[in-house]
């Protein structure tokens, strides 16, 4: 080693590889600042489902003839590319349509051994999709779901998360990254807490798995999911990783065809996992571009492009500085490359139907965190989230344009 410093992301060459980046909006570049909520796709995605498409599709796994062998293995080799992605082997990968349905399977499957007055610990900042299933347990089964509380600047309280752990908690569920805040949570921390009191841990990764490289078996999770379109893949296609031995002991999620082992009037049996999680048939060509999506991200440098990420953000922070009718919500130390306001004297539609007349797509709303924007006191707000394609000057164009729009409420 030279002790040089490893080159910069080259993020010219990144967008050259996303056809839609071309596109204009109101006669002004699109500058797409939503990828949190779903990411543009690189051509090497588009390329591989076309071709599936257009050369080779089948279904997979019942068929004998050549197209379906081979789908089949651009199938499975889709879940390769997700084992390595979070370094697990392809029996602990299960495809979903999306992270919504993996947490869904989980809380169905896991809840059918739980009892009234069993506790599931999750947090204020999470997505619906990680609070509605729990609740749905709550509803049915009677299990006490607790939400730890976040600190002023949005980052999980740890003293008060410890403090509701204790011999009744099943389940701890919380997000790795918030969609809302860009809080990181300490993983390590949190399975460390929640496996000392027998608990077993799902986190909601569907932000953190796009902004940083995720190791599940040094993080010691039982349950990991995230969705395929905020990875640079398609919708529509979803993961749940989970440890071998906690999914050999889950019942089937849906039943059908795929899922089992033998059926008889009498008697079914089911398949191992993953095969029993995934009923009918599956989501072929998503899967095939998400693999395509991991495949194009996994050679580049990880590192690089969060440190690149951060510094658009942070000059999207430094240019709107000093601004005192902004507000913006989630500062903890550490966090992604998430940044969400309030205006004041403004709704968030309106901010963003605004900066629409610049060519600059945010989110607005409650983002499915009704919970955190009370525990924040608002009502909505809208979202900046930043992706490896989007520059510096994409930064300086939109707190420009955001302190333009402001003049519409003064």
């Not at 779901?145 to 410890?162: Q, R, V, Y």
């Not at 059908?256 to 049996?269: A, N, P």
Request: glycine content about 10%.
């Amino acid at each position: 080693m030279d002790g040089s410093l490893p080159p910069a992301f080259d993020v010219a060459a990144a967008r050259a590889q996303f056809p839609i980046l071309q596109r204009k909006i109101n006669g002004k570049p699109l500058i797409y600042l939503d990828s949190g909520a779903s990411a543009q796709k690189p051509r090497a995605v588009i390329e591989a489902m076309v071709a599936s498409m257009e050369g080779s599709y089948s279904n997979v796994h019942r068929g004998l003839h050549t197209l379906a062998n081979e789908t089949t293995e651009a199938y499975e080799k889709a879940r390769e590319s997700v084992g390595r992605l979070v370094n697990a082997p392809i029996h602990e990968i299960v495809f979903t349509k999306g992270a919504t349905e993996a947490i869904n399977l989980v809380a169905s499957s896991l809840g059918l051994s739980l009892n009234a007055g069993d506790e599931i610990v999750i947090s204020e900042l999470e997505h619906h999709a990680n609070i509605i299933p729990w609740h749905f347990l709550r509803e049915r089964k009677g299990v006490v779901l607790k939400f730890a509380p976040i600190t002023d600047d949005g980052g999980l309280d740890m003293e008060a998360f410890h403090a509701l752990l204790g011999p009744k908690t099943k389940i701890v569920a919380i997000t790795h990254m918030s969609n809302v805040t860009g809080t990181v949570t300490d993983a390590a921390a949190i399975v460390a807490a929640a496996h000392a009191v027998g608990a077993k841990v799902l986190f909601d990764g569907a932000q953190a798995i796009v902004h940083q490289a995720v190791d599940v078996k040094a993080l010691g999770c039982d349950f990991y999911v995230f969705s395929g379109h905020k990875l640079y893949g398609p919708t529509g296609i979803g993961v749940l990783y989970g440890r071998a031995e906690v999914l050999a002991d889950m019942p089937p999620y849906q039943g059908g065809g795929e899922m089992i082992g033998t059926v008889s009037q009498e008697l079914i049996t089911y398949a191992d996992p993953p095969h029993r999680f995934e009923a009918g048939t599956p989501p072929i060509l998503e899967a095939i571009g998400l693999g395509a999506a991991i495949d194009w991200l996994l050679p580049q440098d990880r590192a690089a492009i969060a440190a690149h990420e951060h510094a658009v953000y942070a000059r999207a922070v430094e240019r709107l500085s000093g601004q005192n009718w902004l507000r913006i919500l989630g500062t903890a130390p550490g966090k992604g490359a998430i940044l969400s306001f309030t205006v004041e004297g403004a709704h968030a539609h309106d901010v963003a139907q605004i900066l629409d007349r610049y060519g600059i797509a945010v989110r607005a709303g409650t983002h499915c965190a009704e919970p955190l924007m009370r525990r924040f006191g608002v009502i909505s707000s809208a979202r900046a989230s930043f992706a490896l394609y989007n520059t510096l000057e994409e930064a300086d164009a939109f707190a420009e344009a955001l302190i333009k729009t402001r003049t519409f409420f003064a």
